[in-house]
């Protein structure tokens, strides 16, 4: 499959190709976005000022607030004509954001998805089960198109209705599950409950995962309940959509570098950091013509490997995402990710990974509880082995995040499920006077 040698480009190649499509879309933001030309101008940099890869630390960020004040279109380089399609992030707060394609555009998001299949070698005998949320959401439409064009059987499933999915998956023998880790593993849940036997029932051998971020514990508790393969695709819609980045055999995050220069900076000074060295992912398009993105924040906290890869790719790889800077909770002044609280109650035995974080504030104090649905075997086990439990897991808060919490164990299906993205965090101090 030639698509997958991309991800084998010599470095050198790779460079010489990133350097010259970077002054392409340097010069495409510059000359067809007002928006850019005046930040460039600002900033004193101009196309002609990008010679060499490290040429762009010179230019100015971008991030997700320029999108909404340039809604809806502002921030296209090429007239609605040559747009063939547009998604948008859902608006939790103010106007969405908002993205668009050209004919060109869509060819390289298939490109990159096919790439992200591939991780797993889906081909025409998969039968592809696609449980991301059809519609303006980058997840469904996403997943669909590159799968079809890879000749396989495409289950244009989209969200909801988890019994009648769950049959569908059984019935039509799906090969691969394309949905949010939290939606596998209330899949899973409610599977359970309708007496399938996970194993036996499905035929399931690998599954792409994403949309939010999962710590390494509850990758492997998605992977063990379903035993399938765990493919991390990771992508944000001002990017492309999926298909930014995919992991390997080894479970390493790779990103299409050929499609994608990926930075890391500190998120208090912008400062670009050396490699290997924790920050925010920022990441400039190289191939984008509708929309090009020159150093979008993510917001994505992570770390940049470029050490080779034991799976022979020569295009580099981040860590798992560790969260995001906006989920990032101060705590008494301590800095914690709900991937590290997750991480914490994955790998211990008896709880769920349902789980609610919740801060609130005690006199000057933050106060974090963590509610976690145990098992039901543990439930018949009575109070005192819940006592041990709950000493145990504020232990382990303590001696790896630092931190005192209060553990409430709660009985099994108790805290809301989602069906999309999951809700982790309740923070209750702003409402506190
Ligand atoms: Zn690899």
């Not at 879309?25 to 930040?39: D, G, I, S, W």
């Not at 019994?163 to 039509?172: A, E, I, S, T, V």
């Not at 860590?319 to 211990?348: A, C, Y």
Request: some cysteine; charged content about 30%.
């Amino acid at each position: 499959m030639s698509l997958k040698k991309k991800d084998y480009i010599s470095r050198e190649k790779l460079e010489s190709l990133q350097l010259k499509r970077l002054r392409e879309t340097v010069e495409r933001a510059y000359y067809l976005v007002p928006f850019y030309r005046k930040k460039f101008e600002e900033a004193g940099v101009s196309p002609e000022d990008i010679q060499t890869l490290e040429d762009l630390q010179r230019l100015p960020f971008t991030v997700k607030q320029d999108l909404r004040d340039n809604y809806p279109f502002g921030l296209f380089a090429v007239p609605l004509e040559q747009i063939v399609r547009i998604h948008s992030s859902s608006g939790t707060t103010g106007k969405p954001t908002v993205v668009g394609y050209t004919d060109h555009d869509m060819k390289v998001w298939q490109e990159v998805m096919i790439r992200t299949y591939l991780m797993a070698d889906v081909n025409e005998k998969d039968i592809v089960h696609n449980a991301y949320g059809y519609g303006l959401f980058t997840g469904g439409l996403g997943f669909h198109d590159a799968a079809q064009a890879l000749g396989a059987t495409v289950v244009p499933a989209s969200g909801g209705f988890t019994k009648r999915q769950l049959m569908l998956m059984k019935d039509f023998g799906a090969t691969i599950l394309c949905c949010t880790p939290s939606f596998a593993l209330h899949l899973a849940e409610v599977a359970k409950e309708e007496g399938y036997d996970l194993q036996k029932d499905f035929k399931l051998r690998a599954g792409f995962f994403g949309a939010e971020p999962a710590s390494e514990g509850l990758k492997k508790t998605v992977a063990e309940t379903w035993g399938i393969r765990y493919v991390e695709a990771y992508g944000l819609s001002e990017i492309i959509g999926p298909g930014v980045a995919a992991t390997c055999e080894h479970g390493h995050l790779h990103i299409f570098e050929d499609h994608f220069i990926p930075e890391i900076i500190d998120p208090q000074t912008g400062e670009v950091l050396p490699d290997g060295e924790e920050g925010e992912l920022v990441i400039t398009t190289l191939t984008k013509q509708a929309l090009p993105m020159i150093r979008y924040r993510t917001k994505d906290i992570t770390v940049i490997h470029r050490e080779p890869c034991p799976c022979g790719r020569t295009i580099l790889y981040i860590e798992n995402i560790k969260g995001r800077s906006d989920d990032m909770l101060i705590v008494n002044g301590v800095n914690v990710f709900p991937s590290q609280v997750e991480h914490v109650i994955t790998r211990i035995e008896g709880l769920t990974p349902n789980y609610v974080i919740v801060v609130d504030k005690k006199g000057v104090l933050d106060k974090l509880e963590v509610w976690i649905e145990v098992d039901e075997k543990l439930l018949k086990d009575g109070p005192g082995t819940l006592e041990t439990l709950k000493k145990k897991i504020e232990e382990d808060m303590l001696n790896n995040l630092f931190i005192n919490a209060k553990v409430k164990l709660v009985e099994p299906k108790t805290l809301e499920r989602s069906m999309g993205k999951a809700k982790r965090v309740v923070d209750r101090r702003e409402l506190n006077i």
